[in-house]
């Protein structure tokens, strides 16, 4: 009998262990892939209205076009590639730069970025001739979950939102509201929990 009750007992502490979460006010399985249809549901509709409330999906891109306008050439772009492809010291102060590689040959410059002191949490993505053509914008604490980064193109529209969810997930809607897929061990899954052979970027 003491044995039944041992059982019962370890079956107990197990359930409270179990691996799940809570996401505004809904459980949430850990693993995304190997959870129920309607859970997966719930969490994309959730995340998808706390997105839609903070006005991504039906934003003005006037105020963008007009803030990445000033950036739209990077006058240093040789000292800065320079201080990439040799480790050169920088003329100018007051930002970061990284050098961003193609995922399948990492000597081969993609593009590169630059990160103002006065601003970190916005990143403008220059082509290797010093050209922006991203710009991307982070709100919240990266340590934090939730946390989210909305991807604009240079001309000040909206091209992606990776929101970083309480789950531990990474999703990422399209401009029009819907999902391209959820980041799970750095391949992207679809609505249904499969992989999707999608570049990641």
Request: positive net charge; hydrophobic residues 35%.
């Amino acid at each position: 009998m003491k044995n039944i009750y041992l059982i019962i007992l370890c079956l107990f502490i197990l359930f409270l262990a179990s691996p799940s979460s809570y996401a505004y006010g809904i459980r949430v399985q850990r693993d995304y892939r190997f959870t129920t249809q309607q859970d997966r549901n719930k969490r994309i509709e959730v995340y998808h209205d706390y997105l839609t409330k903070a006005g991504f999906f039906d934003e003005n891109n006037a105020k963008h076009i007009l803030n990445f306008k000033k950036y739209e050439k990077d006058r240093n772009y040789k000292d800065n590639l320079k201080y990439i492809k040799f480790d050169t010291p920088l003329s100018q102060t007051g930002y970061t730069v990284k050098g961003n590689y193609y995922k399948m040959a990492d000597k081969i410059l993609e593009n590169y970025s630059i990160i103002y002191d006065n601003d970190p949490d916005t990143e403008y993505i220059y082509n290797t001739q010093g050209r922006l053509y991203q710009v991307v914008i982070y709100t919240g604490d990266t340590n934090v979950r939730p946390h989210y980064k909305a991807v604009y193109a240079f001309n000040g529209y909206l091209q992606k939102v990776h929101f970083f969810a309480v789950d531990g997930y990474e999703y990422i809607f399209l401009p029009d509201g819907d999902l391209q897929g959820v980041v799970v061990d750095g391949k992207l899954y679809n609505t249904a929990g499969r992989p999707l052979k999608i570049w990641l970027k």
